[in-house]
């Protein structure tokens, strides 16, 4: 298990130039090869590898088709297209979150094409809607908004770039979205959690011809709601997002860790040695004391 690791080179294939043994390294969470049919056409999230035949994850490799992090020794597929040296400057909490969940949420809002002076409302402020939240606010949005129902999570969000936080267990959060937009809907919703509800409240709040920029991963049945997608005939946009990996992808990340853009580590609640990491994965699956992400450290 495990897909968003930092580390220090151990070995080097032959064939993987420009590094050296003792170099520490971020990797991403997709690891793309670089040549095949998908990462050739601009989409090395989808990569199919060297076996040609694309698969549900696409360029997901770690804790997925391979082995994943959670381990003193990883070995990383594709080496040469995404080993990205971190600079000295930046220590590994600051950067480990931009292997998955920094660029996945960023993602949201870039291929929603988000603009100076959009609107755009996050359902979810877990980890991913989080970072999400961080985009849309250096994107130039100048109304981000984060739903949530977790007071800790929406003081999150307020540090992280939200503008406005909405408990939907307290108000409505489509009747309050109208409101701070003169009734139209956001120029933009982002689903960040994977549910039939969000997805609907994120097409519900949306403006004619705006887009849901859709990051959950679903399970079990997603239907489009006719009302509120005004029956085919609202200019609606549906985007979908698979985390962007690859080294250039995590060198233009760390550059804004590096810039002081984006602060990932404060979502870094709890940390544990690879010998407590049961513990870990009871504390983040009972979601308990708080907890965001978890560093693990072999
Ligand atoms: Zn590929």
């Known amino acids: 298990m495990g897909h968003e690791p930092v580390g220090v080179i151990h070995d080097l294939a032959d064939d993987v130039v420009g590094y050296e043994l003792g170099e520490r390294v971020l990797v991403g969470a997709i690891t793309p090869c670089g040549t095949c049919f998908y990462c050739q056409n601009g989409q090395p999230a989808q990569c199919a590898g060297s076996e040609g035949e694309w698969k549900l994850g696409g360029g997901w490799r770690f804790g997925n088709s391979m082995h994943g992090v959670q381990a003193d020794y990883f070995l990383v597929p594709h080496a040469q297209a995404n080993l990205t040296k971190i600079p000295d400057s930046l220590r590994d909490e600051q950067v480990v979150y931009c292997a998955d969940i920094a660029s996945t949420g960023i993602s949201a809002i870039e291929k929603a094409g988000v603009g100076i002076g959009d609107s755009v409302a996050v359902f979810a402020q ?17 109304l981000v908004i984060g739903v949530d129902s977790i007071p800790g999570r929406l003081e999150t969000a307020k540090s992280m770039g939200a503008d406005v936080v909405i408990n939907y267990k307290e108000q409505d959060p ?97 940390r544990f040695s690879l010998e407590d990491i049961s513990d870990a994965y009871e504390l983040f699956a009972a979601q308990g004391d708080g907890v965001l992400k978890v560093g693990i450290t072999p």
Not at 178 to 204: I, K, P, W, Y
Not at 228 to 256: Q, Y
């Open 174 to 270: 489509i009747a309050e979205i109208r409101r701070l937009t003169d009734g139209r809907g956001v120029d933009v919703a982002v689903e960040a959690l994977g549910s039939q509800e969000t997805f609907e409240s994120s097409l519900r709040a949306l403006r004619p011809g705006g887009t849901l920029s859709s990051l959950g991963v679903y399970s079990g049945h997603l239907v489009v709601p006719l009302e509120p997608f005004a029956a085919g005939l609202g200019d609606h946009t549906i985007v979908t997002t698979l985390c962007p990996g690859g080294k250039e992808r995590m060198r233009r990340l760390m550059s804004l860790v590096q810039a002081g853009r984006l602060n990932l580590e404060r979502l870094m609640t709890h």
């Open 126 to 142: 877990g980890p991913i809607g989080l970072c999400a939240t961080a985009g849309a606010k250096l994107s130039g949005a100048s």
